[in-house]
């Protein structure tokens, strides 16, 4: 994916650990429940093995790294502010571990969930 030369060697990224990161911040946002699939097929795999990298999808066409995020979040927050927080915390994340600027986060909101309010 990311491929930096140095004196020393090379480094190379690959997309899985970018997204493990991603994953990881944004489960952290304040009120993001959980991340999901696109679509069904993913989910339907998702119960069979779990995976770090489950609802983020990473771009990379050689210059630009463009990162998509599918969320759920707590019905009764504000929906547009968990998303623009969802955005800044991951591309803090993703921006400080690689040393790289990302080109675009787009943020999926998937659904809402009720906590139980018991």
Request: glycine share 8%; proline share 3%; with cysteine.
């Amino acid at each position: 994916m990311t491929d930096e030369t140095t004196p020393l060697g090379s480094i190379q990224v690959a997309p899985r650990s970018i997204a493990s990161i991603a994953y990881q911040a944004a489960l952290q946002s304040y009120g993001v429940v959980g991340l999901t699939s696109k679509n069904i097929v993913d989910g339907l795999a998702q119960v069979i093995v779990k995976d770090p990298t489950y609802g983020v999808e990473i771009h990379y066409d050689g210059l630009n790294i463009d990162i998509d995020i599918y969320v759920i979040i707590e019905y009764g927050t504000r929906i547009k502010s968990v998303a623009n927080s969802v955005c800044n915390t991951v591309r803090y994340h993703v921006e400080k571990a690689l040393g790289m600027p990302i080109n675009e986060i787009n943020v999926h909101v998937q659904g809402l969930r009720v906590s139980d309010l018991d």
